[in-house]
């Protein structure tokens, strides 16, 4: 029990990277704003949200949790990365407090009851959907002093009978209406604030919606797959926005799946900007963009151009190859005119990434390479994800039928694909290899500009290009190529790997003289002559706009550079920096298709770098590592200035 005689209900969530800043707990969020809504558990329970990055370990993580009286009911937001570490710290539980409640939710766990209670055998009850108003029914079922063996008048639940053997109530109907949800953020249910009063996660979380029309092979996306779109309220969002903005959130990431998709969509992104003219914030808006690509999204796309939001449109291809759509599910998805829209994207001067699947079944690694290249030509920033067997899907289904071979893996819960019917197991290694240097230099933009020159004035495929970097990194004497080559083997089973190469390559001074060092070996000499010298003052540009970052294990103190406070926030500046090009410029014309002039014309910028590059560098996450890339001062969005009672200044 909590102090005063309350019950005691912790909730515990886990990020998957290791950053500085927290990740929001917003399913946690919604779990106690719903329970708190309850007159009754508002009396008579005490909820609290524990929150804990990538890299806590156990021992850390249980010295928070059982420190003092333990806990009543102990509830756990699982997913793969954490589903291991969350089983041991229930059996830990069990010991302090063998009559506590432990509850599992989450895509990972839901539907899963059997293997879930065979695991961890400590977890009492796994809820199988929409978890809001289960828990709150949960921890009523408390307060009633109701056995936990015993739940059959709940829906939506898998529990363990006295007897060992385990029950799976009636389904429980999904959420129609989404604002019977309280809000975690207009309730207070999540603090935002750290002790300094300032903003205390990496970036806010919203949805707008839930469920998902589609019913991909690979994906179970929030456990609404094949279902009906339904939408919070145009009111409710703005209000959550303005909250946001006035503790100046740069950026808002939305958890819906197919974004851009529904008229309200629009209305959204109107708010928006709106609250973005009023506040200065937010700044940036990032989500899963609508798989197919309607007049309201070219009409979001037009306004937030306009109004100066900073997004990644996604084209969310998975495979170009028939025979791996078809096993997907996706055939008949209207994915055949995204070369028309990247096109329209490149005159437009906006930001684009694809994504692409590896290791699904009718996929091979000739029909892969040939639909990599045929997109690079289009889009060169391409996220390229090793397929995983996740539960619920229909992938998992037909893992017989494929002919599918898995590995758990060695620090988490996922199923890794090594081989099936169209993909050998040493094929599936060649390729990964490939991966690693698509993520790091391509999808995670260590490598920029240049793949745009690349592409336009030579005739190097990007494959090509990564290709030869891999075999020269592999081959170099260069001692600056030994943390890389260590990545390259510690991501093939473990995916910090990626960050951690991002990183090295952003804050060590020798990553970026090994870089030049490849390029001046291995590509210079295939390039036009005409054209060498530009395309080597466009990799210098990318380098010297990569995040102002110090990696930790950095042999060199990296240079000072003076911080200013603009309008949009505090950047560190490079004064000065000279170019025998305008490399901005003549990108963007390169990009429109416009002819260019090669020869030099001297251009020098002030490069600015946002400040709190630390916070990203390292992850995977690379909408947001765009975010803090170097860019010439007067490209900076120029946030509107506030007044004392926060609005807007004319």
């Known amino acids: 029990m909590a102090d005063g005689g309350l019950l005691s209900v912790q909730i515990v969530q886990q990020g998957i990277w290791d950053l500085p800043l927290e990740s929001m707990p917003l399913a946690a969020g919604y779990l106690k ?20 990055r990538g890299g806590d370990n156990l021992i850390r993580m249980a010295e ?29 539980f069990k010991q302090v407090n063998p009559e506590g409640w432990v509850v599992f939710g989450g895509t990972h766990v839901a539907n899963q009851a059997a293997r879930v209670f065979r695991r961890c055998p400590e977890v009492d009850v ?73 903003f205390r996660y990496d970036v806010a979380l919203m949805e707008t919606n839930r469920g998902c029309p589609y019913k991909c092979s690979f994906c179970y996306w929030g456990g609404a797959v094949g279902q009906r779109v339904r939408a919070f309220s145009r009111e409710r969002l703005r209000a959550e926005l303005e909250v946001f903005a006035r503790h100046q959130v740069h950026t808002i990431v939305l958890c819906d799946a197919n974004f851009g998709m529904l008229p309200i969509d629009r209305e959204f992104v109107d708010d928006v900007i709106d609250v973005r ?51 997907m599910e996706r055939r008949n998805m209207k994915v055949n005119d995204w070369e028309d829209l990247t096109v329209w994207l490149d005159q437009e001067g906006l930001d684009c ?61 996922f199923e890794y694909i090594l081989s099936h019917q169209t993909m050998t197991l040493e094929e599936n290694r060649t390729v990964k290899r490939f991966l690693f240097w698509t993520r ?83 590509i210079e000499p295939l390039l ?24 930790p294990g950095a042999l060199e103190e990296p240079e000072r550079l003076p911080r200013r406070s603009l309008p949009s926030g505090e950047y560190y500046v490079r004064e000065h920096v000279a170019f025998d090009y305008d ?13 260019v002039d090669t020869r030099p014309r001297p251009a020098v910028f002030d490069l600015c770098y946002r400040a709190g590059a630390e916070n990203f560098v390292g992850s995977t996450n690379h909408e947001q590592f765009l975010y803090f890339v170097g860019v010439p001062e007067s490209e900076i969005v120029q946030a509107v200035p506030l007044s004392g009672d926060g609005a807007a200044t004319t």
């Open 33 to 52: 704003a719903a329970a708190l809504a309850d007159p009754r558990v508002r009396e008579h329970a005490e909820i609290r949200i524990r929150n804990f």
């Open 64 to 92: 928070e949790l059982f420190s003092g009286q333990p806990p009543d009911v102990l509830a756990f937001s699982v997913l793969g990365w954490n589903f291991r570490e969350f089983g041991a710290l229930a059996e830990t």
């Open 126 to 198: 796994v809820v199988n959907g929409e978890g809001e108003f289960v828990f709150r029914d949960l921890v009523n079922a408390v307060l009633d002093g109701a056995s936990r063996h015993d739940l059959a008048g709940i829906p939506g639940i898998s529990y363990v009978r006295p007897d060992g053997t385990h029950h799976t109530t009636e389904p429980r109907d999904r959420i129609d209406d989404l604002d019977v949800i309280p809000s975690p953020v207009l309730t207070g249910a999540i603090d935002l604030l750290d002790a300094d009063g300032k």
């Open 277 to 327: 003219n009023r506040y200065g914030y937010p700044q940036a808006l990032d989500t899963s963009w609508a798989k197919n690509k309607s007049a309201v999204f070219y009409d979001i796309v037009r306004k937030m151009k306009a109004a100066g939001l900073r997004s990644s449109f996604t084209l969310a291809l998975q495979s170009l190859n028939d025979d791996a759509l078809r096993t």
């Open 353 to 413: 990434y694809a994504e692409l699947i590896w290791g699904a079944p009718g996929e091979t690694v000739q029909s892969f390479m040939e639909g990599y290249d045929r997109l690079s030509r289009h889009v060169s920033r391409i996220a390229v994800y090793p397929l995983h067997l996740l539960p619920n899907t229909g992938y998992l289904e037909k893992k017989s039928e494929y002919g599918i071979v898995t590995i758990r893996g060695d620090h988490d819960d």
């Open 440 to 522: 790091v230099m391509a999808e995670n933009a260590v490598f920029r500009q240049v793949w745009v020159g690349l592409r336009e004035l030579t005739s190097l495929t990007q494959s090509q290009v990564l290709r030869r970097l891999d075999s020269w990194i592999a081959e170099t004497d260069d001692p600056a190529a030994a943390p890389l080559r260590a990545c390259v083997d510690k991501a093939s089973t473990d995916d910090t790997g990626y960050g951690d190469a991002t990183g090295y390559l952003c804050g060590d001074n020798a990553a970026a003289r090994l870089l030049v060092r490849w390029w001046r070996e291995s």
């Open 528 to 551: 036009p002559a005409d054209r060498a010298h530009l395309l080597s003052e466009i990799l210098r540009y990318d380098l010297a706009t990569l995040p102002f970052y110090r990696h």
């Open 583 to 595: 490399i901005p410029a003549l990108v963007a014309g390169l990009r429109a298709g416009e002819p």
